[in-house]
């Protein structure tokens, strides 16, 4: 049997963006992960402040993780986001995905984005389709 944490090395292995964010996988359990990453200098959008996709992108690597880890592949369905507060060059984020729901079809994840002084700088949502396949 495949475990979790094998299915997301397998992930993280294929996935360059996820590399280029330079995410690191803190921790994984069924349904459940936990990444960070910290934010470098061309990462900042026309304000000075880090571009949104930066957030959603952290938070996008953690539901994957998260909701693939059971070696069922599963794609997003819907998925939003709320940005509570502004990121910049140098924080640490941290994306916490949390299982609320996992069905047959579907699954429901909230992720929580937090800097390193444990601020919510984001608020993730995604809901899952899952596939019959598996990833690896």
């Known amino acids: 049997m ?27 359990t069924e349904g459940y992960s936990k990444i960070k990453m910290t934010v470098r200098k061309e990462m900042i959008n026309g304000f000075g402040i880090v571009h949104g996709g930066i957030a959603f992108s952290l938070s996008d690597s953690a539901f994957a993780f998260a909701c693939n880890n059971r070696n069922n592949l599963s794609v997003a369905l819907d998925t939003s986001i709320n940005f509570t ?12 995905a949390i299982e609320l ?17 444990d601020h919510m700088v984001a608020i993730f949502k995604g809901t899952c389709f899952r596939t019959n396949k598996t990833l690896i």
């Open 2 to 28: 495949t475990t979790a944490k094998e299915v997301v090395t397998h992930m993280m292995a294929h996935d360059l963006f996820s590399q280029w964010l330079g995410i690191e996988v803190l921790d994984i």
């Open 85 to 96: 507060k502004p990121v910049h060059v140098g924080d640490i984020l941290t994306a916490e």
């Open 101 to 117: 729901h996992n069905g047959k079809s579907t699954g429901l994840y909230q992720i929580t984005i937090t800097n390193q002084r």
